[in-house]
């Protein structure tokens, strides 16, 4: 009766680690195929007396892309990481 139990348990342990592998897999490619339309976004010229980090120029990126693709998304977080261009 035990055994059977430890085998249904490594049976079903099989099956969700095999899932976890898909929808990883199934997650990137789905990135890759609705942003299709890619385009460099570099500092805004527009921009005077400040710049932007690294990781805001991601966050542009991002939304450039959404825009160009079509697609909807919020650029949001919990933290203030730089949604505000300080000078």
Do not use: C
Not at 66 to 75: A, D, P, T
């Amino acid at each position: 009766q035990i055994s059977s139990l430890l085998q249904e348990r490594s049976e079903e342990d099989e099956n969700a680690a095999e899932f976890n592998k898909a929808s990883n897999a199934s997650t990137g490619s789905y990135y890759a195929s609705a942003h299709l339309k890619m385009e460099e976004v570099r500092q805004p010229s527009i921009l005077v007396g400040g710049s932007l980090k690294e990781y805001q120029i991601a966050g542009l990126q991002w939304m450039v892309s959404l825009y160009n693709n079509k697609l909807n998304g919020i650029l949001a977080d919990e933290m203030g990481l730089g949604k505000t261009i300080q000078t």
